[in-house]
C-alpha cells in the first residue's frame, strides 16, 4: 500500500483569483503609463509585491494537493493553509450537504465550520471529536471543515481503506 495518496481540488479559486491579479495588473499598468515618472524604486517595489501576492494566492494552490496517509489526512491550499488531522480526532467525515460555499479559506462568524475549498462540487466534511483552532481564520475555532476534492468517491474509499488498517507502530524510544 502507498504511504500517501493525493487528491487534487477544485480549481475555479485559481482561475478566479487568476483573473482577479490579472484585472488588478492591467489597472496597475494603466495607472503607470499615464501618470507622471515615477521614481524607478517604487514602481519595482509595486510590481513585485503584486506579483508575490499573485503567485501566492493565485499559483500556489495549482502546487498542493490534499494529501491521505496510513493515518492522517493533510489538508493544504497553497502555501497558506495546512491542517493536519490524526485519524484519531476524526469524528465522522463523509460527503456534505452544503450547498454553495464560500471559495477559499472561510470561517463564517457564528458558525463552527471552516470551509477549504478550491471548488464547489465534491464537498466532504470532516467533524472533529473536539473543536481546534486554526491561524488561517484568525484563531477562530471549528469543529467541522468542509472541503473538496476531485474524485470525492475515491477519496471516501481510500480514506475508509486506511482508517481500517492497524495503526502504525510507533517508536518507543530515540534508539528503538
Do not use: C
Not at 495549482?62 to 496510513?70: V, Y
Not at 489538508?75 to 491542517?83: C, D, K, M, N, S
Amino acid at each position: 500500500m502507498e504511504k500517501r495518496l493525493t487528491f487534487a481540488y477544485g480549481r475555479t479559486l485559481v482561475l478566479t483569483r487568476a483573473a482577479y491579479f490579472g484585472v488588478l495588473f492591467a489597472v496597475t499598468a494603466f495607472l503607470l503609463a499615464i501618470s507622471p515618472s515615477l521614481p524607478l524604486l517604487q514602481v519595482a517595489l509595486l510590481v513585485a509585491v503584486l506579483a508575490i501576492t499573485a503567485f501566492l494566492f493565485a499559483a500556489s494552490p495549482l502546487l498542493t494537493e490534499h494529501w491521505l496517509t496510513r493515518s492522517r489526512l493533510i489538508l493544504r491550499q497553497g502555501w497558506y493553509f495546512r491542517a493536519i488531522i490524526p485519524f484519531s480526532e476524526i469524528q465522522y467525515l463523509g460527503p456534505a450537504e452544503v450547498g454553495g460555499p464560500v471559495l477559499g479559506v472561510h470561517r463564517p462568524l457564528g458558525q463552527p465550520i471552516l470551509y477549504v475549498t478550491g471548488g464547489r462540487t465534491g464537498l466532504v466534511v470532516v467533524r472533529l471529536s473536539e473543536p481546534r483552532r486554526f491561524w488561517q481564520s484568525f484563531g477562530l475555532s471549528a469543529s467541522e471543515i468542509v472541503f473538496d476534492v476531485a474524485e470525492r468517491d475515491a477519496f471516501l474509499r481510500a480514506f475508509e481503506e486506511r482508517r481500517n488498517l492497524l495503526p502504525p507502530v510507533e517508536a518507543e524510544g530515540a534508539d528503538a
